[in-house]
Protein backbone atom coordinates (compact mmCIF):
# COMPACT_ATOMS: atom_id res chain seq x y z
CA UNK A 1 0.00 0.00 0.00
CA UNK A 2 1.15 3.58 -0.80
CA UNK A 3 1.43 5.58 2.21
CA UNK A 4 0.29 9.16 2.37
CA UNK A 5 3.22 11.65 1.18
CA UNK A 6 3.41 14.44 -0.56
CA UNK A 7 4.23 14.08 -4.48
CA UNK A 8 5.45 15.31 -7.42
CA UNK A 9 2.57 16.18 -10.55
CA UNK A 10 4.58 15.93 -13.51
CA UNK A 11 4.91 19.19 -15.79
CA UNK A 12 2.84 18.56 -18.48
CA UNK A 13 5.65 19.32 -20.93
CA UNK A 14 4.65 19.90 -24.97
CA UNK A 15 6.25 16.92 -26.90
CA UNK A 16 7.69 19.69 -28.93
CA UNK A 17 10.21 21.56 -28.11
CA UNK A 18 10.28 24.29 -31.11
CA UNK A 19 7.71 25.19 -33.29
CA UNK A 20 8.57 26.34 -36.73
CA UNK A 21 6.24 26.75 -38.82
CA UNK A 22 5.16 23.52 -39.92
CA UNK A 23 8.52 21.90 -38.92
CA UNK A 24 8.25 20.36 -35.33
CA UNK A 25 11.37 19.67 -33.22
CA UNK A 26 10.68 17.07 -30.42
CA UNK A 27 12.20 17.17 -26.95
CA UNK A 28 13.72 13.64 -27.83
CA UNK A 29 15.34 14.84 -31.35
CA UNK A 30 17.11 17.50 -29.49
CA UNK A 31 18.25 14.94 -26.95
CA UNK A 32 19.41 12.85 -29.75
CA UNK A 33 21.63 15.82 -31.16
CA UNK A 34 22.97 16.97 -28.19
CA UNK A 35 24.30 13.73 -27.50
CA UNK A 36 25.29 12.84 -30.98
CA UNK A 37 27.17 16.26 -31.35
CA UNK A 38 28.56 16.12 -27.55
CA UNK A 39 29.61 12.67 -27.95
CA UNK A 40 32.09 13.53 -30.90
CA UNK A 41 33.33 16.34 -29.52
CA UNK A 42 34.31 14.21 -26.53
CA UNK A 43 35.71 11.57 -29.08
CA UNK A 44 37.92 14.02 -30.60
CA UNK A 45 39.45 15.44 -27.28
CA UNK A 46 39.88 12.10 -26.03
CA UNK A 47 42.16 11.06 -29.91
CA UNK A 48 43.68 14.54 -28.80
CA UNK A 49 45.71 12.84 -26.22
CA UNK A 50 48.51 10.42 -28.13
CA UNK A 51 49.11 7.22 -26.07
CA UNK A 52 52.41 5.20 -26.92
CA UNK A 53 50.64 2.66 -29.23
CA UNK A 54 48.64 5.35 -31.46
CA UNK A 55 50.82 8.51 -31.47
CA UNK A 56 48.19 10.27 -34.49
CA UNK A 57 44.66 9.98 -34.05
CA UNK A 58 42.93 7.22 -35.05
CA UNK A 59 40.56 9.23 -36.73
CA UNK A 60 41.25 12.50 -39.94
CA UNK A 61 39.01 15.22 -40.80
CA UNK A 62 37.37 12.85 -43.45
CA UNK A 63 36.93 9.50 -41.18
CA UNK A 64 35.55 11.95 -38.36
CA UNK A 65 32.81 13.20 -40.66
CA UNK A 66 32.24 9.76 -41.38
CA UNK A 67 31.91 8.91 -37.90
CA UNK A 68 28.94 11.30 -37.69
CA UNK A 69 27.07 10.11 -40.18
CA UNK A 70 27.65 6.13 -39.54
CA UNK A 71 26.87 6.72 -35.46
CA UNK A 72 23.76 8.80 -36.19
CA UNK A 73 22.34 5.79 -38.75
CA UNK A 74 23.51 3.16 -36.25
CA UNK A 75 21.55 4.86 -33.43
CA UNK A 76 19.02 5.55 -35.02
CA UNK A 77 18.09 2.50 -37.44
CA UNK A 78 19.42 -0.15 -34.90
CA UNK A 79 17.46 1.51 -31.51
CA UNK A 80 14.23 1.46 -33.68
CA UNK A 81 14.63 -1.64 -35.21
CA UNK A 82 15.95 -3.21 -31.26
CA UNK A 83 12.30 -1.14 -29.84
CA UNK A 84 10.44 -3.87 -32.89
CA UNK A 85 12.25 -6.90 -32.65
CA UNK A 86 13.21 -7.05 -28.42
CA UNK A 87 9.93 -5.60 -27.28
CA UNK A 88 7.05 -4.97 -29.82
CA UNK A 89 7.58 -8.04 -31.92
CA UNK A 90 4.43 -9.84 -31.47
CA UNK A 91 2.26 -6.42 -31.97
CA UNK A 92 4.09 -5.87 -35.62
CA UNK A 93 4.26 -9.72 -36.25
CA UNK A 94 1.92 -11.80 -34.44
CA UNK A 95 -1.25 -10.32 -33.46
CA UNK A 96 -1.16 -7.30 -36.36
CA UNK A 97 -1.99 -4.91 -33.45
CA UNK A 98 0.45 -2.29 -35.56
CA UNK A 99 0.88 -1.43 -38.70
CA UNK A 100 4.10 -1.95 -40.43
CA UNK A 101 4.26 1.52 -41.70
CA UNK A 102 4.68 2.71 -37.92
CA UNK A 103 8.27 1.14 -37.99
CA UNK A 104 9.81 4.08 -39.62
CA UNK A 105 7.33 6.43 -37.53
CA UNK A 106 10.69 6.92 -35.36
CA UNK A 107 9.57 10.87 -34.35
CA UNK A 108 6.22 9.08 -32.37
CA UNK A 109 9.17 7.75 -30.14
CA UNK A 110 10.43 3.91 -29.16
CA UNK A 111 13.44 3.22 -29.55
CA UNK A 112 15.66 0.21 -27.72
CA UNK A 113 19.20 0.98 -26.33
CA UNK A 114 20.13 -2.53 -26.70
CA UNK A 115 19.46 -2.44 -29.98
CA UNK A 116 21.11 0.82 -30.77
CA UNK A 117 24.22 -0.35 -29.46
CA UNK A 118 24.00 -3.68 -32.09
CA UNK A 119 23.65 -0.74 -34.57
CA UNK A 120 26.03 1.06 -33.91
CA UNK A 121 28.88 -2.08 -33.59
CA UNK A 122 28.02 -2.51 -37.10
CA UNK A 123 28.33 1.27 -38.00
CA UNK A 124 31.31 1.40 -36.44
CA UNK A 125 32.59 -2.10 -38.37
CA UNK A 126 31.95 -0.64 -41.44
CA UNK A 127 33.71 2.12 -40.70
CA UNK A 128 36.74 0.58 -39.58
CA UNK A 129 36.82 -1.60 -42.82
CA UNK A 130 36.37 1.53 -44.87
CA UNK A 131 39.37 3.31 -43.05
CA UNK A 132 41.54 0.91 -41.48
CA UNK A 133 41.23 1.61 -38.54
CA UNK A 134 42.06 -0.40 -35.17
CA UNK A 135 38.20 -2.01 -34.33
CA UNK A 136 38.32 -2.18 -30.76
CA UNK A 137 40.98 0.87 -30.06
CA UNK A 138 38.00 2.95 -32.01
CA UNK A 139 35.29 1.74 -29.76
CA UNK A 140 37.18 2.02 -26.86
CA UNK A 141 36.46 5.64 -27.58
CA UNK A 142 32.94 5.47 -28.40
CA UNK A 143 32.26 3.55 -25.54
CA UNK A 144 33.61 6.73 -23.07
CA UNK A 145 31.76 9.04 -24.85
CA UNK A 146 28.22 7.28 -24.94
CA UNK A 147 27.05 7.79 -21.18
CA UNK A 148 26.98 11.69 -22.17
CA UNK A 149 24.22 10.78 -24.63
CA UNK A 150 22.43 8.42 -22.28
CA UNK A 151 22.24 11.49 -20.24
CA UNK A 152 20.26 13.42 -22.91
CA UNK A 153 18.21 10.65 -23.73
CA UNK A 154 17.31 10.16 -20.41
CA UNK A 155 15.91 13.30 -19.83
CA UNK A 156 13.95 13.47 -23.25
CA UNK A 157 12.45 9.90 -21.65
CA UNK A 158 11.57 12.47 -18.77
CA UNK A 159 10.50 15.00 -20.68
CA UNK A 160 7.98 13.46 -22.60
CA UNK A 161 6.45 11.34 -19.31
CA UNK A 162 7.06 8.16 -20.72
CA UNK A 163 8.99 5.02 -19.39
CA UNK A 164 8.07 5.69 -15.74
CA UNK A 165 8.51 3.90 -12.79
CA UNK A 166 6.89 1.49 -10.45
CA UNK A 167 4.43 3.04 -7.81
CA UNK A 168 6.19 4.44 -5.11
CA UNK A 169 6.24 6.19 -1.94
CA UNK A 170 9.10 8.34 -1.94
CA UNK A 171 8.90 12.12 -1.04
CA UNK A 172 10.25 12.60 -4.71
CA UNK A 173 7.25 10.35 -6.28
CA UNK A 174 5.62 12.21 -9.60
CA UNK A 175 2.67 11.56 -10.94
CA UNK A 176 2.75 11.55 -14.53
CA UNK A 177 -0.22 12.38 -16.91
CA UNK A 178 -0.39 9.80 -19.32
CA UNK A 179 -3.68 7.44 -18.62
CA UNK A 180 -1.49 4.14 -18.80
CA UNK A 181 0.26 5.58 -15.41
CA UNK A 182 -2.78 5.17 -13.55
CA UNK A 183 -2.62 8.73 -11.89
CA UNK A 184 -0.61 7.45 -8.67
CA UNK A 185 3.01 8.39 -7.88
CA UNK A 186 5.71 6.67 -9.56
CA UNK A 187 9.42 6.56 -9.28
CA UNK A 188 10.96 8.95 -11.91
CA UNK A 189 12.79 6.22 -13.32
CA UNK A 190 14.10 7.76 -16.05
CA UNK A 191 15.98 10.28 -13.64
CA UNK A 192 17.57 7.38 -11.95
CA UNK A 193 19.09 6.21 -15.06
CA UNK A 194 20.12 9.48 -16.54
CA UNK A 195 22.24 10.01 -13.23
CA UNK A 196 23.75 6.27 -12.94
CA UNK A 197 23.90 4.34 -16.85
CA UNK A 198 24.52 8.63 -17.92
CA UNK A 199 26.33 10.88 -15.41
CA UNK A 200 27.93 7.71 -13.24
CA UNK A 201 29.05 5.83 -16.12
CA UNK A 202 30.45 9.27 -17.88
CA UNK A 203 32.41 9.96 -14.38
CA UNK A 204 34.00 6.54 -14.13
CA UNK A 205 35.03 6.25 -17.85
CA UNK A 206 36.17 9.77 -19.01
CA UNK A 207 38.99 9.49 -16.44
CA UNK A 208 40.04 6.05 -17.99
CA UNK A 209 39.87 7.79 -21.71
CA UNK A 210 42.45 10.04 -20.73
CA UNK A 211 45.13 7.52 -19.26
CA UNK A 212 47.58 6.66 -22.17
CA UNK A 213 48.28 2.86 -20.31
CA UNK A 214 44.57 2.36 -20.05
CA UNK A 215 43.51 3.64 -23.56
CA UNK A 216 46.02 1.28 -25.02
CA UNK A 217 44.69 -1.99 -23.52
CA UNK A 218 42.17 -2.37 -26.68
CA UNK A 219 38.69 -3.64 -25.47
CA UNK A 220 39.40 -2.56 -22.09
CA UNK A 221 36.96 0.69 -21.77
CA UNK A 222 34.68 -0.93 -24.32
CA UNK A 223 34.49 -3.47 -21.94
CA UNK A 224 34.10 -1.21 -18.60
CA UNK A 225 31.45 0.51 -20.51
CA UNK A 226 28.88 -3.10 -21.18
CA UNK A 227 30.06 -4.10 -17.29
CA UNK A 228 28.80 -0.45 -16.26
CA UNK A 229 25.99 -0.10 -18.13
CA UNK A 230 24.46 -3.71 -17.65
CA UNK A 231 24.89 -3.25 -13.66
CA UNK A 232 22.96 0.27 -13.95
CA UNK A 233 20.26 -0.46 -16.09
CA UNK A 234 19.81 -3.90 -13.82
CA UNK A 235 19.64 -1.47 -10.63
CA UNK A 236 17.52 0.87 -12.26
CA UNK A 237 14.66 -1.70 -13.83
CA UNK A 238 14.21 -2.47 -9.80
CA UNK A 239 11.96 0.75 -10.43
CA UNK A 240 10.87 0.89 -13.53
CA UNK A 241 7.69 -0.03 -14.59
CA UNK A 242 8.91 -3.54 -16.85
CA UNK A 243 8.17 -3.21 -20.48
CA UNK A 244 8.58 -7.24 -20.25
CA UNK A 245 9.09 -10.16 -17.70
CA UNK A 246 10.80 -13.26 -18.41
CA UNK A 247 10.83 -16.04 -16.14
CA UNK A 248 13.89 -18.87 -15.90
CA UNK A 249 14.57 -22.05 -14.85
CA UNK A 250 11.11 -22.98 -14.05
CA UNK A 251 10.47 -19.61 -11.97
CA UNK A 252 13.43 -19.36 -9.96
CA UNK A 253 14.51 -16.09 -11.43
CA UNK A 254 12.60 -13.70 -13.09
CA UNK A 255 14.46 -10.57 -14.55
CA UNK A 256 12.68 -7.58 -16.53
CA UNK A 257 13.69 -7.70 -20.25
CA UNK A 258 16.07 -4.63 -19.71
CA UNK A 259 17.51 -7.12 -17.61
CA UNK A 260 17.64 -10.21 -19.88
CA UNK A 261 18.94 -8.27 -22.46
CA UNK A 262 21.67 -6.95 -20.16
CA UNK A 263 22.86 -9.77 -19.33
CA UNK A 264 24.69 -10.82 -22.64
CA UNK A 265 26.22 -7.24 -22.52
CA UNK A 266 27.82 -7.68 -18.70
CA UNK A 267 29.62 -11.21 -20.04
CA UNK A 268 30.67 -9.26 -23.28
CA UNK A 269 32.04 -6.46 -20.96
CA UNK A 270 33.87 -8.93 -18.64
CA UNK A 271 35.56 -10.92 -21.62
CA UNK A 272 36.54 -7.95 -23.12
CA UNK A 273 38.58 -6.55 -19.76
CA UNK A 274 39.99 -10.02 -19.67
CA UNK A 275 40.91 -9.94 -23.28
CA UNK A 276 42.43 -6.56 -22.54
CA UNK A 277 44.90 -7.39 -20.69
CA UNK A 278 46.20 -10.69 -22.22
CA UNK A 279 46.15 -9.23 -26.00
CA UNK A 280 46.24 -5.84 -28.38
CA UNK A 281 44.07 -5.40 -30.90
Excluded at 10 to 21: H, R, S, T, Y
Excluded at 90 to 103: C, E, N, Q
Excluded at 175 to 200: M, W
Excluded at 249 to 263: D, E, F, H
Aim: net charge positive; hydrophobic share 55%; aromatic share 12%.
Amino acid sequence: MLLNVTVLIFPNLDPVAIQLGPLAIRWYALAYLAGIIGGVWLIKRIMAQPTPRFPAPLLNKDSLDDLLFYATLGIVIGGRLGRVLFYDFSDYFITGARPLLDIVKIWQGGMAFHGGVIGVVVAMLLLCRKYKIPFLALMDVVAAATPLGLFFGRLANFANGELWGKPASVAWAVIFPHPAAGGIPRHPSQLYEAATEGLLLLAILLPCAFIPRLRDRSGLLCGLFLVGYASARTFCEMFREPDGVNVFLNGLITLSQGQTLSLPMALLGLFLIVYSGRKTA
